[in-house]
């Protein structure tokens, strides 16, 4: 791939990502520079996902649905989904994600031992609540994938909520019904 934007001279016009500072290896004829060349070509593909995402800025989330660039649900995945589908919506969906405050770092679910009564059977409920299971897991997905592990996601909302944490870095790969995602 690196070798790709030199052999075909296909350097973009945007100055703005040849940037960096320069090193006396990028003098040397007989061996090019991997590092200013893997950070050129990462620029070039930035370049490329923001010019991508502008098409898209203007329009609401259920306009992307009507067009059938996103799909029609924040749930599970439908039949059709392939990764190549899912990447492209992904990009989509981040246009809508504001991210969390980088001082925080999980969900919280105040409490371990909340209690209610429920209306059917006047019984007292001792246990967690559904969003105090929601928050713990998405702070175990956060914990493993901060830790360098590949974790696992079966709702578009999980990920939307992981986005928040991780907006620059979380990487997803759908495969047929689930979700990988790790940090890049």
């Keep these: 791939m690196t070798e790709q934007f030199y052999q075909e001279n296909t350097y973009p016009s945007d100055?703005?990502?040849?940037?960096?500072?320069?090193?006396?290896?990028?003098?040397?004829?007989?061996?090019?520079?991997?590092k200013r060349m893997d950070n050129q070509i990462a620029?070039?593909?930035?370049?490329?996902q923001?010019?991508?995402?502008?098409?898209?800025?203007?329009?609401?989330?259920?306009?992307?649905?009507?067009?059938?660039?996103?799909s029609n649900t924040n749930g599970r995945p439908l039949s059709s989904l392939t990764d190549e589908k899912w990447q492209k919506e992904f990009n989509i969906r981040k246009l809508?994600?504001?991210?969390?405050?980088?001082?925080?770092?999980?969900?919280?679910?105040?409490?371990f031992g909340e209690y209610g009564?429920?209306?059917?059977?006047?019984?007292?409920?001792y246990g967690r609540t559904n969003w105090q299971e929601y928050?713990?897991?998405i702070n175990d997905v956060l914990k493993n994938i901060r830790s360098g592990q590949i974790d696992y996601c079966y709702y578009i909302y999980q990920i939307e909520e992981l986005l928040k944490f991780h907006f620059d870095n979380l990487r997803t790969r759908y495969c047929d019904g689930y979700w990988e995602v790790w940090l890049d």
Excluded: V
């Design 43 to 48: 620029g070039i593909k930035e370049s490329n």
């Design 15 to 34: 100055p703005s990502i040849w940037t960096g500072i320069i090193e006396i290896e990028d003098f040397n004829t007989n061996y090019p520079n991997q």
């Design 135 to 137: 928050c713990r897991f």
């Design 117 to 125: 009564k429920h209306d059917e059977t006047q019984g007292t409920y």
């Design 50 to 70: 923001i010019k991508e995402r502008e098409k898209y800025k203007h329009m609401t989330l259920e306009e992307l649905k009507e067009m059938k660039l996103i």
């Design 96 to 111: 809508f994600i504001t991210p969390y405050a980088k001082n925080i770092k999980k969900l919280k679910g105040n409490g």
